[in-house]
């Protein structure tokens, strides 16, 4: 919820809270326990913990995933392996202040913003009156971003935590973007492999021509087919789907197992699509390597800050400028 003080400041009733802290350490309740102190009764939403360590894109995906689903209110996200460095720390508002993300200016933010129709401001958290004494520079989540993701909540307004600056000049989250090859096939790239063992594609369902009702996937020179599904179950035991997700993505699935295994793939990899009748090449081993499939599929585009009302092109990473948080 959002609602403002007698002085008419915006103020917040929840935080989303996205890491790489994990939960063996007390990182997390640590985070929690800060903003608890400073705005007592906030709600705290923990999206994830479990992102991989360091990995910023990961992050910035998993983020921009959720943020269309998150209630309103202020979004902490802190994966940061540049902390203690000379990296800004900022706050984005989204939505005429519907939401202000807050977190390290390393690109992670980007997406979410992109998604939810670009930022209204942002400010560089340069105002150390609002950040916690520390003994060393290497806690940010705990020392900054958590107080002011409290203090946000609180009802102290965006401009009085550091200086302004233009959205558009913040660190872009660079993204992967499918290509079509001269022969018609697509060079796309793996997004995402949930717990499932589902693997996202960077496709959505326009990108394949209307009809397909098959396709073969070249990864690393080993061809799988994969048939269109609408659910799990109706893609054979032993046998792979292509549905269209959760999200609105294509995405590998195998029924009650595990797509990224039987492919071999993570996030990341390349994956060639090609319409097919289901048979041709699958399972035989074209020119190149097997095993794992290679990192770097097609080509990035940078994921703007700045507020935009017009919608990606197609095939592009963002898939919808919706409402969000």
């Known amino acids: 919820m959002v609602d403002r003080t007698p002085e008419g400041e915006l103020r ?21 326990s800060v903003l608890h ?6 709600r705290i939403v923990d999206v994830s913990h479990d992102v991989p360590a360091f990995d910023v894109r990961a992050a910035g995906l998993t983020l921009a995933r959720s943020v269309q689903y998150l209630a309103p209110g202020v979004v902490l996200a ?25 977190g390290p200016d390393n690109g992670l933010l980007a997406p979410a913003v992109a998604m939810v129709g670009g930022a209204s401001r942002a400010v560089v958290l340069t105002d150390t009156s609002h950040h916690l004494e520390a003994a060393g ?4 989540g705990r020392d900054v971003f958590a107080p002011v993701a409290a203090r946000l909540c609180a009802g102290v307004p965006l401009e009085e935590f550091g200086e302004p600056i233009d959205p558009s000049a913040l660190v872009p989250g660079l993204m992967g973007v499918s290509r079509v090859e ?10 995402w492999v949930d717990r499932f063992g589902n693997v996202q594609l960077n496709l959505g369902p326009d990108d394949l021509e209307p009809g397909t009702e098959s396709v073969e996937l070249r990864i690393a020179g080993v061809w799988h087919s994969a048939r269109r599904a609408g659910s799990f179950s109706e893609v054979p035991p032993g046998g792979l789907g292509l549905v269209v997700d959760s999200y609105g993505m294509l995405a590998v699935v195998a029924d009650r197992s595990s797509a990224a295994e039987e492919l071999r793939v993570s996030s990341g990899d390349e994956v060639l699509v090609i319409a097919g009748d289901g048979t041709t090449g699958a399972g035989t081993t074209g020119a190149g390597t097997t095993g794992a499939g290679t990192r770097g599929a097609g080509t990035t585009t940078p994921v703007q800050l ?20």
Do not use: K, N
């Not at 001269?182 to 997004?191: N, P």
């Open 12 to 32: 917040y009733d929840t935080v989303s809270f996205l890491s790489d802290y994990g939960r063996t350490d007390e990182f997390v309740g640590v985070v929690h």
């Open 37 to 42: 102190q400073l705005c007592p009764g906030v």
């Open 78 to 102: 802190v994966v940061d392996p540049g902390v203690g460095t000379a990296r800004r720390r900022i706050a984005v508002e989204v939505g005429d202040g519907a939401s202000v993300l807050v």
């Open 137 to 140: 520079p290497l806690f940010d």
């Open 182 to 191: 001269d022969d018609g096939s697509i060079a796309a790239e793996v997004l």
């Open 306 to 325: 700045g507020r935009s009302g017009a919608p990606p092109a197609a095939g592009a990473d963002v898939v919808t400028t919706g409402e969000g948080s």
